[in-house]
């Protein structure tokens, strides 16, 4: 089936099976390798990516469901030369080890971030109602959707609070 | 995964084929796809149908079926006059999958018992008639109320027991365009001799809405118990609702997860509640009418006195009775 995916500002118009996901349509027709396949269930985090800036799973989607979508991976977050916040964060605070759960965790903070600033709760939230405390506690109930084998999660945490208030799609997001 | 044609429905005139599987949120559906579990050879895409509000009318809020579990529980009104929905929705899966699941998909997601999963071994609610391996097998997680001899499995969803309390309402619109409403009691059957039939829709069915009548009285609270704190689903979980006056409980009602094959409730229950002085005495009794004829299979075992002290621990905090 012909369609025509929109990722990082770009468009790409590709041929692809009905039963590619997301995930693979963008690992293996548009090489864009940087999101990971864990588990290809749901389970991992690996293929954290934004669709119309909301983190999902790559890997429990179609890529035939996101004509029109504005999708986002690691990629089209920061380059070599010209890392986001978050990226430099988790460089400076040791977030990872092999670096496989890396591009997921930094989607996911991203899109977390977002829903953070847009004051959705969480499961660990006492005040359903009032804004969130940017706590210790929040940030791992929130991140828990992306595992980490190396268990470099002390300095995930570490980045993901230093670099929050720097990450600012929250704010064109708002908009 | 086996092949299959993909149509999007871009009116609710096309989204009533009875010969294609509906996709939403695909969470669940290409989950179990991959497992080829499920083998659809047509899937209809209905994401970009007009069914993403959640609306305000007279006594009710209309929750639209592809309002994403994520939206549902960070929307103000939802957190303001039903907490317990949102605190379920915030207790299942993950930010990432809260953001695709639906309020439709998650009413249908199938079971998490791990015979349904793998496709080696019988199964009557994947393989009619083939036999059901959990009954003397890995159970731990299955049910112990309102099984059959044919299949225990629980309906794993968060979100359903909260709405099982709140009374809501599912609204199905039909292939010829009329509408059907049904609780959620009267929309999930239990397994009895056909396992594999889960719900009433009909081939061609779509759900368009979830309807919640206007909150309940008193203080809410869901309570979930897991293997871990975060990201796993529910061996018990509570929702609940308690009023109380002047040392009396005036309104009580409380839904269960992980206990059946749908959220549960026990009407003989509440109402020995309402009237009464909360005492630790009551809630045991209480208990008592629950798990009246509940049945453990081995690995399950601790689910009964597990499902007690979830009462005993909901009712006291509610009530004030314990802390
Ligand atoms: C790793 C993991 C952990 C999870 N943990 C939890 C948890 O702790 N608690 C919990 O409650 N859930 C949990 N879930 C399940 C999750 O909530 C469901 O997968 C999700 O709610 C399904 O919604 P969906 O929109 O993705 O459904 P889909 O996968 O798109 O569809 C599911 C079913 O519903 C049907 N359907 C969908 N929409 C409609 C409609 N409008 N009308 C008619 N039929 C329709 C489809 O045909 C399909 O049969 C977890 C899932 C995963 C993968
Ligand atoms: S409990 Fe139900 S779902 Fe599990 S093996 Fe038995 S029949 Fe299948
Ligand atoms: S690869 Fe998608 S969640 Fe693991
Ligand atoms: S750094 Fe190795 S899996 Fe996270």
């Known amino acids: ?175 | 995964m086996k092949p299959f044609d993909y149509v999007r429905a871009t009116s609710h005139a096309d989204a009533h084929d009875s010969a294609a599987r509906i996709i939403a949120g695909g969470t669940n559906l290409l989950d179990l796809m991959k497992h080829e579990i499920e083998t659809p050879t047509k899937l209809l895409d209905v994401t970009r149908l007009d069914m993403t509000e959640i609306e305000e009318a007279e006594n009710s809020v209309r929750i639209g079926a592809l309002v994403t579990n994520a939206d549902l529980a960070a929307d103000p009104l939802i957190r303001e006059r039903y907490g317990v929905l949102s605190r379920a929705l915030l207790a299942g899966a993950t930010g990432q999958l809260r953001n695709k699941a639906s309020t439709g998909g998650n009413l249908l997601q199938r079971t998490r018992c791990p015979y349904f999963y793998d496709t080696t071994q019988p199964c009557n609610k994947r393989e009619p008639g083939s036999g059901c391996m959990a009954m003397e097998g890995r159970n731990r997680i299955l049910a112990i109320l309102g099984t059959s001899e044919h299949c225990i499995a629980t309906h794993p969803s968060d979100m359903a027991v909260a709405m099982r309390l709140l009374d809501a309402r599912i609204e199905i619109e039909k292939p010829g365009g009329e509408a059907q409403i049904l609780t959620l009691d009267e929309f999930y059957k239990l397994p009895g001799d056909t396992p594999h039939e889960e719900t009433a829709l009909e081939a061609g069915d779509l759900i368009v809405a979830v309807h919640l009548p206007d909150a309940p009285k008193g203080a809410q609270m869901y309570r979930k118990v897991r293997d871990r704190s975060s990201y796993a689903f529910a061996l018990v979980s509570c929702a609940a609702v308690v009023a109380t006056d002047r040392g009396k409980i005036t309104d009580a009602a409380l839904a269960f997860g992980g206990l059946a094959p749908k959220p549960w409730r026990n009407t003989e229950m509440e109402r020995l509640l309402i009237g009464e002085a909360p005492s630790e005495a009551l809630f045991d009794k209480a208990a008592d009418v629950l798990l009246e004829g509940a049945q453990s299979h081995g690995d399950n075992d601790f689910k009964i006195p597990l499902t007690r002290r979830v009462v005993k621990a909901v009712l006291g905090e509610l009530t004030g009775a314990t802390q």
């Open chain 1, 1 to 175: 089936m012909e369609i025509t995916l929109n990722v990082n500002g770009e468009s790409h118009r590709l041929d692809i099976d009905t039963r590619t996901t997301l995930l693979d349509a963008l690992r293996n027709h548009l090489d864009l390798t940087g999101s990971k396949k864990g588990c290809d269930h749901g389970q991992c985090g690996a293929c954290t990516m934004l669709v119309n800036g909301r983190r999902i799973n790559g890997c429990l989607t179609l890529a035939v469901m996101h004509e029109d979508d504005e999708i986002t991976t690691i990629e089209g977050v920061g380059q070599p030369g010209a890392l986001s916040p978050l990226q430099k964060a988790f460089v400076k605070h040791d977030g990872y080890q092999c670096g496989y759960c890396t591009p997921g965790q930094i989607m996911s903070a991203k899109g977390m971030i977002d829903e953070f600033n847009m004051g959705w709760p969480s499961n660990v939230t006492d005040d359903l109602t009032a804004m969130p405390d940017f706590s210790r506690t929040e940030i791992k109930e929130r991140m828990s959707g992306n595992l980490c084998r190396c268990s470099a999660y002390p300095g995930i945490c570490a980045a993901i609070t230093e670099a929050a208030p720097d990450e600012g799609t929250s704010k064109e997001a708002a908009e």
